[in-house]
């Protein structure tokens, strides 16, 4: 079955920083990329999306990119503000299947 | 508009009681999903229900865990026989199809005493 590998699992950066997480997946089958993040107590929240039909997305202070041949994909965050802080995760849905299999997540701190 | 919302929030149970987790999803979502997570881990997939079709159950760790969705809204997951291990935040997620974005709720903390 699909795996995902992320990391790293803590990131701490100042504030105005880029950060860059990165996760693998091993199901070439799978076609659909979402990035989550979750604030203490509360569910996770998405915060971009990829297709595997597409490389690069953006929306204002995120982007995620997608290596279909490499089988791994990266969230980065520009411009990094208190408020980034929070766990992210990377998850996978393979086979057209609605099921998410999720990374381990990352802590990322930012520090004002 | 209304997110997916489940009850209790809080539960606290003795080992070897049977427990009853509520998830409420967003009005119009065919498709239904509870995931696990432990403290500090990633979410993991227990199954789900899109609507009239097999559920995927593929993601539950043993026969004591159990799902139904009443009428193609409404979700009860129930864990039997409770053990130690259970102890987790379980966390329901909606979305209007599969492979769409889903939408998760504030999840129930379970702690089998």
């Known amino acids: 079955g699909e795996n995902v590998e992320q990391h790293p699992s803590t990131l701490s950066v100042q504030e105005g920083d880029s950060a860059v997480i990165k996760c693998t997946y091993s199901?070439?089958?799978?076609?659909?990329f979402p990035w989550y993040k979750q604030e203490l107590g509360k569910g996770p929240q998405l915060i971009i999306d990829i297709r595997s039909n597409v490389g690069e997305k953006k929306d204002q202070r995120i982007a995620v990119t997608l290596n279909k041949t490499a089988k791994h994909f990266s969230l980065h965050i520009t411009e990094t503000q208190p408020e980034d802080s929070a766990v992210y995760f990377c998850a996978a849905s393979p086979n057209q299947g609605g099921k998410l299999i999720f990374g381990q997540g990352t802590e990322l701190s930012v520090k004002p | 508009g209304a997110g997916v919302s489940q009850s209790p929030s809080n539960k606290v149970t003795e080992k070897g009681k049977d427990v009853e987790l509520r998830c409420d999803p967003i009005?119009?979502?065919?498709?239904l999903y509870w995931y696990r997570q432990s403290l500090g881990q990633g979410l993991e997939f227990l199954i789900y229900f899109q609507g009239n079709s097999a559920p995927d159950k593929s993601g539950l760790p043993s026969d004591r865990f159990s799902a139904e969705r009443t009428g193609g809204s409404v979700s009860t997951l129930t864990i039997q026989r409770t053990q130690q291990e259970d102890s987790a935040v379980y966390l329901c997620?909606?979305?209007?199809?599969?492979?769409?974005?889903?939408?998760f709720g504030p999840g129930t903390r379970l702690t089998v005493l």
């Open positions: 997620a909606s979305s209007f199809r599969i492979n769409n974005e889903q939408f």
């Open positions: 199901d070439s089958a799978s076609n659909y």
């Open positions: 009005s119009g979502h065919t498709a």
